[in-house]
């Protein structure tokens, strides 16, 4: 089975600091994502990653950035939290034309 | 642009009926179609993956059917448990294949009742 693990289930940060999310998946997948999960807006693509230390921008990468410099682990920072940043961070992985997997999700909470 | 809906937003069953859930989508174009569960707080549960040639997947008490000419696939979840209270989405990609085309439902929340 794909495993895809998420560093933390809950965070807590205060605006200002930088933060990181990691993410590691053990089934050899070139592509990895990180979303966003709001209610009522669903999930929205931050970043997505096709090959290490390439990225690629999504639909919402404004303070935001990310790091894969390991096919199997993919960061996001977050430069500088802000409160508008607290939401449900999934990451996923997924080969090319497969299915995609999420892994367990951090809540994060920006005070 | 792709778009997909899931209709209803919210439904409840009693314990042990057949239902259907329904995703539509927009752009008959697709390279697969994905089912997902997801628990309160937790993250997607995939349940299954059909791709654009095939018409159905099995697995246990699930089974999703896609019409790719009408926009439309079903999940059916036979004899409902209350362990499958869950909102279940669906998520559609792109005929390219590329994982950027990935468009999600916002999903039905179902309840079932015991």
């Known amino acids: 089975d794909v495993k895809v693990t998420q560093s933390s289930r809950y965070l807590v940060k205060r605006t200002g600091e930088k933060v990181f999310l990691e993410c590691v998946q053990d089934m050899d997948h070139e592509n990895m994502f990180w979303y966003r999960q709001d209610p009522g807006l669903g999930l929205r693509l931050i970043y997505f990653?096709?090959?290490?230390?390439?990225?690629e921008k999504g639909d919402i990468p404004e303070g935001y950035s990310v790091s894969r410099e390991k096919k199997e682990r993919f960061s996001l920072i977050l430069e500088s939290a802000s409160t508008n940043q607290t939401s449900m961070y999934l990451c996923?992985?997924?080969?090319f034309g497969q299915g995609i997997f999420f892994g367990p999700g951090t809540r994060l909470t920006v005070l | 642009k792709q778009e997909v809906t899931q209709i209803p937003a919210a439904l409840s069953v009693p314990e042990g009926e057949n239902l259907v859930l329904n995703c539509s989508f927009t752009?008959?174009?697709?390279?697969?179609l994905q089912w997902f569960r997801q628990d309160p707080g937790k993250g997607l549960t995939s349940l299954l993956l059909?791709?654009?040639?095939?018409r159905e997947q099995t697995s246990g008490r699930l089974n999703a059917s896609l019409d790719k000419s009408s926009g439309r696939s079903t999940l059916y979840i036979a004899a409902s448990q209350p362990g499958d209270s869950a909102t279940y989405l669906c998520?559609?990609?792109?005929?390219?294949?590329?994982?950027?085309?990935?468009?999600f439902g916002s999903g039905t929340q179902l309840t079932v009742l015991p």
């Open positions: 996923a992985s997924s080969l």
């Open positions: 059909i791709q654009s040639s095939q």
């Open positions: 752009d008959s174009a697709i390279y697969n």
């Open positions: 990653s096709y090959d290490v230390k390439m990225k």
């Open positions: 998520a559609v990609r792109g005929s390219s294949g590329s994982a950027r085309q990935l468009t």
